[in-house]
């Protein structure tokens, strides 16, 4: 700022203002007039067929004032009631090792819906399912509806 005058240096800050107050009112002295050289936007509204009846700006209406769009407590709409059950899901019973120390065995074992391994012995339950007899390389459960079942190894079994 070594050719900069004192004077020089004084009078900048005010032509500064003085020029970024006239853009402003240049900008915006048109839209401050009476309005006849503005364009009129007409407002439109969108809808999902090519003409809306009155009947269908009421209801949209009704429901902006019944759920107001910015509000706090506006929530989502509700859920109709008639939602179909899921389907139940098979939950299915898989041997995946059997141990056995002198007259102790007890069962590995998963289920579909838990990737944990469950260890079990005779008489005890998995699920809906008792176990009955445990061998080397199978297990004989009995079912909710007392149907017998033998349950070998499972071929991804380790």
Known sequence: MSGLTKATLGVLPTLTTLTCLGLAGWIWLPYNDDGASRQQIQPTTITSQAEAGPDQLETGAEELVARPLFHISRRPPA?????????PVEVTLSL???????????????????????????GENVGDWRITDITKTSITVVAPNGEEQIIGLSPTSP
């Not at 859920?79 to 389907?87: M, N």
């Not at 056995?100 to 469950?118: F, H, K």
């Open 96 to 122: 995946t090792g059997v141990i056995e120390s002198g007259d102790v065995q007890i069962a590995l074992l998963r289920l579909s819906n838990n990737p944990e391994p469950l260890r079990r012995r005779v």
């Open 79 to 87: 859920a109709p009631e008639s939602a179909p059950e899921p389907a």
